[in-house]
């Protein structure tokens, strides 16, 4: 199956939240950085981050690349003309989110990749409301959505009238079993738009995660598992008392070892962590 992307949209500052999204506070991290991790585990491909010219970003991950809108107060479509563009060679689909969706869960970014395969779009529709900023295009799509910013028709809705959309309403989301078990409630595309629903998100409990200690790090040779609530990868080593530093390793739901403090962790992950040091 040939590699799907994605293009993270970091939006500029927003006049109703007085300030970037991106750089929003969440659980000892920021909106950005957690979004573009979460889109990292759901991808095998590259993964491209769309600003505004010149806008002061977060720190990322090295292996992101950040790119710049090619025309200022465009909207959205550009970011994902932008996008879509530079992955085109790297990727023929891309999924598509805008930055302020924290509970965006892995799951879902599989499951819309997966259904994105066999179409021009996979839009999720939930509640009766489309999304298109957490939907999977296909890369050849870049041309299309220029021709419609020059064209003056800025919105993304524009781009799907000639395109060959899958519709995943909650049935077909849901129909995906990883998704219904990660996120039943498809709080995924919940956004942060105003100020108050920044405070009633932010205030929610971090995810429970489920985490391991190995080797010398397993306190009287208990590898018990332990849930704990963690929003990133330094919580949850925090949440079991030990400092995640150049000593420690952890592997999120087996995959490779990682000790990024800010790997974004989603609901039901599981961390093991080990010793760094004498193969733990």
């Excluded at 259904?115 to 009766?128: I, K, Y």
């Excluded at 809705?157 to 996120?183: I, T």
């Excluded at 403090?261 to 193969?279: M, N, R, W, Y």
Aim: aromatic fraction near 2%; charged fraction near 20%; proline fraction near 7%.
């Amino acid at each position: 199956m040939p590699a799907t992307g994605a293009v993270v949209l970091a939006g500029g500052r927003s006049t109703r939240m007085g300030a970037p999204k991106a750089a929003l506070e969440w659980h000892g991290s920021t909106l950005l950085r957690r979004v573009v991790g979460l889109v990292q585990r759901g991808v095998d491909g590259p993964v491209v981050v769309v600003r505004a010219a010149g806008q002061d970003l977060p720190r990322l991950p090295s292996s992101v690349d950040v790119l710049d809108d090619e025309t200022v107060a465009a909207g959205p479509l550009q970011g994902i003309a932008t996008g879509l563009g530079a992955l085109q060679g790297a990727a023929e689909h891309a999924v598509v989110c805008s930055t302020d969706l924290p509970l965006l869960h892995p799951a879902f970014v599989r499951a819309v990749a997966r259904a994105g395969q066999d179409a021009d779009v996979a839009l999720p529709v939930v509640a009766g409301h489309r999304q298109p900023l957490a939907a999977c295009y296909r890369t050849s799509l870049a041309g299309r959505a220029r021709q419609l910013l020059a064209q003056d028709r800025p919105r993304p809705a524009f781009l799907l009238e000639d395109a060959d959309v899958r519709v995943l309403d909650e049935l077909a989301l849901l129909g995906d079993p990883a998704l219904a078990k990660a996120d039943p409630a498809l709080a995924s595309v919940t956004g942060v738009n105003t100020p108050e629903q920044y405070a009633a998100l932010r205030a929610l409990p971090p995810p429970e995660v489920v985490v391991q200690r190995f080797g010398v790090l397993a306190s009287g040779g208990d590898h018990g598992e332990r849930t704990v609530r963690a929003a990133t990868l330094a919580a949850a080593a925090q949440a079991v008392g030990l400092v995640l530093d150049r000593h420690l390793l952890a592997a999120v739901n087996g995959d490779q070892m990682v000790r990024d403090p800010e790997l974004p962790l989603a609901q039901g992950d599981g961390v093991a962590f080990l010793s760094a040091d004498a193969g733990g």
